[in-house]
């Protein structure tokens, strides 16, 4: 697995850690990377994976430093104790380009996430807007202790409050888990059967058994017919647009996985280019921001709803093909 | 190397129960068993003797098939011994009464007693807890067969594991020390029903310390030492001496302790004489009571003496001991030590008082089985071992070589783990680990339990010296040997003082006063 | 009785052994209910905090909600009682369902997951099952032929499954699974779900077992003193062996329960749900020593877990505060049920 | 040693008693080296699959990498040689610096987490020390004196304090932190990070209390038989309550580490460790069932498991097989010091 680090494409090699394997998404994230590093995008050290302990991600970029890594890419899953390990990284002037996540504290070349806010702010618009402003939604959320769930929290309860305050919120914490979900859910049905809305931070894990237990309880109806839940998720894995197609969800926001891929790459190249960027809008569509420790590509997140979901720029529309 | 023109009572014709020959077994290092043979004669009643460590309760293990030898033949009834393992097999031919306690704590009385053996199907527990009864009844042991066997007393354990072993219909049945933690009344139940099935033509491997039991039960008998076979002799052409003499293996200096005992009254008279009338009291206890155990007490145990409190079965008398040396809180009372109090229900305390304490189960209160003999040995005086709360290796060992050889404790060196000795030799280590902290009063309960004749002499010296010095000690027990050493005998039965001897007693009194029969007067000189 | 004459000690014993011995009973018994205060308590509280508590959806409901956990739970409850301790449980319930679709799936087609499709799809629950039996078996091997510490063997058992699982799964949920793999899990009988009725029947199987058959109770004698267990003539190390292979099996069957409830095997599926199991077993009276307790009272320990959170969530409780909430309901569940049962534990 | 005439027996013993006392030793010290061979092991494949395994970096690295985990382990490892355990571990590192911050961190201000304020922030670390201290008096408190099962009760704590420090620190991270609290894990003394020498001294103190205090034997006697302990003038509870509240003190001071090391209070700090915890203590040599092991074993128990990390990534394992590599590697160490030592494991 090191054959690809032989054709150096520019000068110097990229350390790259991967956050996990044990999810739909960051798979993808993850093929997507190995896809652009066989490409000669740039050329790499072998690929780490910190199996979402932080511990681990410490430890793997010490030793692309001890490697003489020139760039860094990583997805710290823990924001905050990051902090110590980019500074040294700054002290080393090895830029970081951190993905998904905006490390709290610690210098930072490039972040490249999609805007979480954005996303409860999203699901909370559309919901509200197919809820006709009135209703009560459950709100799967995910581990209290990560920056992307409280984000997509925070948002989603603050633009409920303001825009929608007629919508009853019913919030369940996870913990990113599809049984604990599930139990909830059905526990919540059993008090409130009139539940009309659910919002799932993550349908990589809570999809299934979501599914699973409405139609267990019947209550998978198509949209329109009375009765039928609304529900939109989040992440744009396949598995969403089947159910987006078969009517069984209505909506998603899809993060952008190959994006997030393939910009962590084109920031690492242009790291060792040394070239530098400033706020504003971006070539491909998206928007740079400051944030207090560096640069942070806001890439958009479309929302796919049984209209657009065909659409073959949706990476998870991708995946079949090359 | 067996000895084959044993004699046997009914000719040549049966083949012998078992036979083993050239039986080898080593634990690492320790040769236990060095090509010992044994012949047990169907029907006979052979008795195995031998000091603490010769390898008896390790033949036990092998003639039962818990232990491969390394080398050597075992057979039943002339064919060759089951595979190892089949235990099944094994047990078809010999039912055991192991040393070490074979009860599951967790399961009822009557589950004990037919462990493994609840039949195929469906268990009737209310059937089987009328089988355990009818079985325990044969033993006159009160026991509630629905009780958790961990919560028995010692007694009643041992006799659980009896009965069990008896009821096989086993053949040949090995009883190693079966008597050891039994009272009196306790081994006439157990001798009435081995001699019932002795009738019945059961055979009988009876390993026990107490050489009057072999002489009342057994025909044969065989003397091991130092994992090596002695001798093999009928026991009606074997006296006593010579067996002690076979086992010690030097000539047998018995009644050691009887000169003690003398010895020390006088010494005690005197020192009474010249501290006159009421010299201070080394250890006095003045309505010492603990509710459910036994009433309020009240004794003074002077300097060179050495006082007995003898009590069977549930008689209050090991509550007793143990709230003497704090292990449990009076409920009325206080214990003195040289005129002062010592805080009640604290270990530490009575410690420091210098009470010194033998525990009446090895097992549970004596020893931390996985550690060194030399850790066990000084678990009280760690204090005394370094500087600044420190202990150091060298003095520790230092220590613990002196009382290996002071009490004869046969071990590979101080660092084995106590797990390893023998019953009698972990027994000793207790009684070292009691005696480290040269206490002024020593209390020990059962100190003999399991000790070699020889060794049980030298024990009971030791706990004479501790009086010899001047200081005193207190022997809880209910055998006889124990309390001849002492000066003084208190009797109790459930809990109240029954009747108080001097020494010079008699067996009968004692025995009948223990079981609540107070035959009046503690007068009567002869032994 | 033989003649009284000598049984004076005896007889004088037995009014002071009397009373000791019944209680003891008594306790004995408690100790497997000493959770029913618990759940009565808790019972009370979900009625007051919510209405919808006593409705049957919500109690089926719970009952659904950990028919996976609670086939665990029997599991290491019976490994427990005979003195081990299996931590890789929670890693087989994920990745037996995964090699059985690994062996099953058409290695191409319209499925997100390609497997090498060896067998027919048929076979997948067997499959599982013989996955399931095969990784307690290699448990038993390391634990009981190579003689190394159990905890260690299983704890490092429960890593490489997990891996295994994402090895083989690629790290996917997998969703397509032959029919009938998903049935069991998904089924309703008799407006209960299938799952429900399928554990209360194993539990009762189960409790049976252990309580009236030779071969269940030498579970008590093996983990209470294995020495003396096998000087009674019980095969310790085969029966061991075939309980850790049995616990290994419901962990797999576990498994196949779990995809039939959730729709899908999660790549995450059971992963950290060890500690619960053992909370459930031993917060249920079984010793973590071996050779005490019951599957009913394993049993109470699920139901009490698991109801701790249906309250939680019918009353409400801030996400913020959930967690803190339900470690200290098990603290106070475990005080109630230590002096219910009036017994020390150890 | 009174009259010779009673040694005969133990004379002619001698001959072939005499060369036994030494190999024992050995076994029993062989326990705590038996990881020795492992490691040595793991560094030729270390060496053979990187160059960078070698440096001085590389290896410093290592030992700075488990210097929270190893305080966790030095504290787990003396809980359990005396007969206990604590699961709350994992959760006190996390929640004692965060209720520290809680109390220090101004009400108001540029400081992205707020507290209450109300002590100088130099107080910060006796704070957090503190903190540990009484969550390690809690413990005992639970488990002597209310009797209630120790497992379940500190599992019970694990939950609750974790759930605490969520609710405290509402999730976040906790990134500004007074400059005495980061110091130390931060710091680097004479060519080394402070926490690395920190935690050798600890360990070796530990050591030597354990081997030459009589209240550090004391732990071996309660830990082997307590009664026996207790009847041997040991004051068993009092020990035992001062071995849990030190346990949870280096949890705490683990924390003070953590956060000079990292950075910032993670929200998910110490989650999931325990089992590592158990893995590295229990690998070491040190019995679950009290009584045995050192903490020299305990280290190298730490060290094994961080090697095994470190090699794996240096062998660029691909990241789906990390996993499961990582699980089969602590089998076959485990198996390797079990053949090294010789000692069959229970
Ligand atoms: N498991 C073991 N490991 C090592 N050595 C052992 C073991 N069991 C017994 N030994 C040793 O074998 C020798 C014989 O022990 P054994 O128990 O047979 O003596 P014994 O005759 O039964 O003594 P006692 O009368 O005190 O019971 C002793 O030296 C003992 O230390
Ligand atoms: N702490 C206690 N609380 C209540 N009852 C007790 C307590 N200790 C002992 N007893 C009861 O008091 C009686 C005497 O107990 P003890 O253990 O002293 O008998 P013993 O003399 O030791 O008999 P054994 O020789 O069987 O040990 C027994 O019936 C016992 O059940
Ligand atoms: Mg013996
Ligand atoms: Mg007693």
Not at chain 1, 77 to 101: F, N, R, W, Y
Not at chain 1, 208 to 237: E, F, M, R, V, W
Not at chain 2, 281 to 286: I, K
Not at chain 2, 490 to 502: K, N, Q, T
């Amino acid at each position: 697995n090191r054959g690809s680090d032989s054709k150096a494409g520019t000068s110097g090699k990229v350390g790259i850690d991967l956050p996990r394997s044990d999810s739909d998404f960051w798979n993808s994230y993850n093929s997507y990377i190995e896809k652009g590093v066989k490409a000669g995008d740039v050329s790499a050290l072998p690929r780490t994976n910190s199996q979402n302990d932080i511990g681990k991600l410490v430890a793997n970029v010490q030793n692309f430093a001890n490697q003489g890594a020139k760039a860094i890419v990583m997805a710290p899953q823990d924001t905050g104790a990051i902090a110590s390990t980019l500074e040294q990284m700054a002290k080393k002037h090895i830029p970081v380009i951190s993905v998904d996540t905006r490390p709290d504290k610690g210098q930072v070349y490039m972040v490249v996430r999609a805007d979480n806010k954005a996303y409860g702010q999203k699901a909370c618009e559309y919901l509200g807007a197919q809820l006709k402003g009135k209703g009560k939604v459950v709100e799967f959320e995910g581990a209290l202790d990560s920056i992307n769930g409280r984000d997509r929290s925070e948002a989603f309860a603050s633009c409920m409050k303001a825009r929608f305050p007629a919508v009853k919120v019913i919030a369940l914490a996870t913990d990113w888990k599809g049984d604990v979900a599930s139990a909830k859910l059905q526990t919540t049905l059993a008090s409130d059967p009139d539940v009309n809305g659910i919002y799932m931070q993550a349908g990589g894990v809570f999809l299934q058994p979501t599914l699973a237990l409405l139609q267990q309880k019947h209550l998978l109806k198509p949209p329109g017919t009375a009765g039928h839940i609304t529900i939109i998720s989040n992440d744009g894995i396949p598995e969403e647009f089947k159910a987006i197609k078969a009517g069984q969800i209505d909506a998603t926001i899809s993060q952008p996985a190959d994006l997030y891929a393939k910009y962590a790459l084109y920031y690492a190249k242009a790291a060792l280019a040394g070239k530098t960027f400033e706020a504003g809008p971006t070539d491909h569509g998206s928007n740079i921001i400051t944030i207090p420790n560096g640069l942070e590509d806001q890439l958009p997140a479309p929302l796919v709803t049984k209209d657009n979901v065909d659409d073959p720029d949706l990476w998870a529309n991708q995946l079949g093909k090359s | 190397m067996t000895d084959p023109t044993t004699p046997t009572p009914d000719g040549p014709a049966p083949p012998p129960a078992v036979q083993a020959e050239g039986v080898v077994k080593r634990f690492g290092p320790t040769l236990a068993l060095d090509r010992v043979g044994i012949t047990v004669e169907a029907g006979d009643s052979h008795a195995l003797v031998g000091r603490n460590g010769a390898g008896k309760s390790t033949l036990v293990s092998v003639l039962t098939g818990l232990h491969v030898p390394d080398a050597g033949r075992v057979s039943f009834q002339g064919e060759p011994a089951p595979a190892a393992g089949d235990t099944a097999a094994w047990q078809s031919k010999v039912a055991c009464v192991y040393q070490k306690s074979m009860v599951v704590p967790d399961l009822t009385v009557a589950e004990n007693l037919f462990l493994n053996r609840l039949g195929s199907g469906r268990v009737r527990w209310s059937a089987l807890r009328a089988r355990a009864r009818d079985l325990l009844a044969e033993y006159g042991v009160e026991v509630d067969p629905a009780a958790r066997a961990g919560d028995l007393t010692v007694e009643q354990g041992q006799f659980v594991e009896i009965a069990r072993a008896l009821s096989f219909g086993a053949r040949f049945i090995i009883l190693d020390e079966p008597t050891a933690q039994l009272d009196a009344a306790g081994i006439d139940r157990l001798f009435t029903r081995l001699r019932d099935l002795q009738r019945q033509g059961v055979a009988f491997l009876f390993i026990s310390h107490h050489l009057q039991e072999v002489y009342d039960l057994c025909s044969t008998v065989t003397v091991y030492r130092d994992a090596r076979h002695v001798l093999t002799a009928t026991v009606a052409e074997l006296g006593k001496a010579e067996l002690v003499e076979a086992m010690t293996g030097e000539a047998a200096s018995h009644t050691a302790a009887w000169h003690a005992t003398s010895a020390a009254r006088d010494t005690a008279g005197r020192q009474g004489a010249e501290a006159g009338p009421e010299p201070e009291a080394v250890l006095r206890a003045d309505g010492l009571g603990l509710e459910g155990a036994f009433d309020p007490v009240d004794f003074a145990v002077r300097p060179g003496e050495v006082l007995g409190l003898a009590g069977a079965t549930a008689s209050g008398a090991t509550a007793l001991g143990e709230t003497l040396v704090g292990l449990r809180r009076a409920t009325a009372g206080r214990t003195l030590v040289a005129g002062r109090p010592v805080r009640p229900g604290s270990v530490p305390h009575a410690l420091g008082a210098g009470i010194g304490y033998v525990p009446e189960d090895r097992h549970r209160q004596g020893l931390v089985l996985g550690r060194s003999v030399a850790e066990n040995a000084t678990l009280s005086v760690t204090d005394q071992l370094g500087p600044y709360g420190t202990v150091l290796p060298s003095r520790t060992r230092e220590f613990a070589r002196r009382m290996i050889s002071s009490l004869d404790i046969k071990t590979s060196g101080p660092g084995q783990p106590v797990s390893d000795l023998s019953g009698g030799n972990q027994q000793k280590v207790v009684i070292a680990r009691a005696l480290a902290r040269d206490p002024r009063v020593l209390v020990a309960i059962r100190p003999t339990a399991g000790v070699d004749v020889k060794s049980k002499d030298s024990l009971l010296g030791v706990v004479r010296s501790v009086a010899e010095r001047g200081d005193a000690a207190v022997i809880v027990s209910d055998e006889l040997d124990d309390l001849r050493v002492c000066d003084r005998v208190i009797a109790l039965f459930h809990g109240r003082v029954i009747a108080e001897f001097d020494s010079g007693w008699t067996d009968r009194d004692l025995v009948s006063a223990m079981e609540g029969l107070p035959s009046g007067g503690d007068k009567g000189a002869e032994e | 009785m033989s003649d009284t004459s000598q049984l004076t000690a005896a007889d004088v014993a037995a009014p002071d052994r009397a009373p000791s011995g019944a209680p003891r009973l008594h306790l004995s018994r408690y100790r497997d209910l000493s959770l029913i205060p618990v759940i009565l308590v808790l019972g009370v509280i979900g009625f007051i905090v919510s209405p919808a508590f006593l409705t049957s959806d919500n109690l089926i409901g719970v009952l659904q909600q950990v028919s996976e956990l609670s086939l665990l739970v029997l599991g290491e409850a019976m490994i427990l009682i005979c003195g081990r301790m299996d931590l890789s449980l929670e890693s087989t319930i994920g990745v037996a369902p995964v090699i059985a679709m690994w062996l099953v799936m058409p290695s191409s087609g319209s499925a997100t997951y390609h497997g090498i499709g060896l067998l027919p799809g048929w076979t997948s629950v067997p499959l599982c099952l013989l996955v399931g039996l095969l990784i307690g078996g290699f448990n038993g091997f390391m634990i009981l032929k190579l003689r190394v510490n159990g905890f260690i063997a299983t704890l490092g058992m429960l890593t490489m499954l997990r891996g295994l699982q994402d090895g083989i799964s690629q790290g996917k949920s997998i969703v397509e699974v032959p029919r009938s793999f998903s049935y069991l899990g998904g089924a309703s009988w008799i407006g209960a779900p299938a799952a429900v009725w399928i554990c209360l029947v194993l539990f009762a199987v189960g409790g049976l077992a252990l309580g009236y058959l030779r071969h269940g109770r030498a579970l008590y004698a093996i983990g209470g003193n294995s020495e003396a267990a096998r000087a009674a003539g019980i095969r310790v190390d085969r029966i061991t062996w075939i309980v850790l292979a049995v616990g290994s099996l419901l962990a797999a069957f576990a498994g196949v329960l779990y995809v039939g409830h959730y729709g899908a095997i999660s790549s995450t599926q059971g992963d950290g749900w060890i500690f619960q199991v053992f909370a459930a077993t031993v917060i249920g009276g079984v010793s973590l020593n071996g050779g005490r307790g019951t599957l009913f009272g394993a049993l109470t320990g699920v139901l009490t877990l698991q109801l701790v959170v249906n309250v939680t969530t019918l009353g409400g409780v801030p996400p913020l505060w959930d967690k803190f909430l339900y470690g200290a309901i098990i603290i106070v569940a475990l005080i109630i049920s230590r002096f219910a049962s009036g017994e020390k534990q150890d």
